[in-house]
């Protein structure tokens, strides 16, 4: 290998492991993100082996009882090669770069403390989520007015436990409890299990567990999200057990999320289970049809308003959300977001295709989509070609322009790969695709009568699907 291609080769490993990683934040969330993936490196790879950094074995640990297999699913998607992972351990290798951002919010009326002095750090609340903003209807009713119970009388259920899956508030509901309780004297913590049990962990580490064991009985409410995290670590479990059993003890409020219900918490000990339903258990359920209509509607607003710019997004594309967006709330409004920021950077109001089009990878999994073949098809009617000349390796203008016309296409309307584009095409390297795109690009850009030509050809191929 040359020195050019190993450098190459190590800046598409850097590229793609920035990718990889920004899949897992989304698909586990921004916390799991910043305490596990956030500051593992990709190193090499050497013989179909993926070397990742991490800086302790615990956190190497737990990424592979943990995450280990999504990493190298993503990773594979991105290179085929690759088909298993290891890691190195590099104590040093982490600066400690992020411990300053991580500002406990111990709200004693404004008062933040920073993990220096307290020797363990917690999450901040998200003002952003407050109680007004949180739109109920029938499905999220119960855990509202709860919630709304809690803050009004402490100690009134006692723990609180609010579960549901993933992205339908419940972190929303807990932040919304934290910022309403700010206003008052009271000591809050709100954490989430994840970052307990890291702090725990690095505690034990560094011989201060009694810092972090006081610090937590000193709350008068501790506000605990993703409990589910918890389970299965020996260790964490006795310590969140203890610290929660003398909270309730000094009546002290525990508010707590959870994937599950008490019972469906598998590794967990029995005793916990039993603790935790102690109180009151409710459960968040997926959102209706018109509570995602109006959360939808809410957010358009609440961009106006911070933007202080209409957004121009039509009834028809937030009912077609609303309709294909069922079971998160998070993605949902993940999608509103995409096609808001769109509208924005082309400064125009987006019709259902455009909307369909921004969405195409999401969609690609619940709808009939375009293929390559499709694609071809048509390139080759438009253009009058035989399908054999046209996936010849001819190169005669006639026929290698149209070709790299529906590999620009097959890019922008489908989510295969380069390589996989480029197999499509009577095995052609990627570096073919590239270079066609490229080229079709250029030509787009300096000739207008040749942009309206691929875009005729691009809604020709959308109507037909
Ligand atoms: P969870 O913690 O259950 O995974 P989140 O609380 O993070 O879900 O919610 C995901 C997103 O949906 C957040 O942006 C949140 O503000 C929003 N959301 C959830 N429920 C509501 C609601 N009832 N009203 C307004 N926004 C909501
Ligand atoms: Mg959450």
Redesign the pocket.
Known sequence: MTIITALKDNGDLKKNWSEVQLKLKEVY?IDVYKSWIQNVEAKEIHHNSLTLIVKTRFVRDWIVSHYADKILDFFQKLDSSVTRIQFEIHENFYNEKNSQTNIVDFATGSQVLDSKDLGYTANRLDHR?TFS?????ES?QLVFSAAKRVTETLGHYNPLFIY????????????AIGNELKKTEKKIIYLSAERFMYQFVKSIKNKDTQKFKDAFRNADVLIL??VQFISGKEVTQEEFFYTFNSLIENQSQVII?CDRSPNDLDRIQDRIKSRLSGGLVVD?QP?DIA?RLQ?LK??CKAEEAYFGKEVLINDDILSFIANEFKS???D??GVLNRIIASSRIQNKIPTLQDAKLILKDLLSNMQSVVTIEDIQKIVVNYYNLSMSDFLSSRRSRHVARPRQIAMYLSKKLTTKSLPDIGRKFTGRDHTTVIHAIKKIEELMGGDKKFEYEVQDISNKILKSN
């Open positions: 969330g989520l903003n949180f739109v109920v209807g999220n549901g899956s993933v992205g339908l508030g419940k972190t929303h509901i807990l932040n999200d993703d999320s968040i959102p509570l959360i809410n957010r998160s709330i998070r949902m409004l």
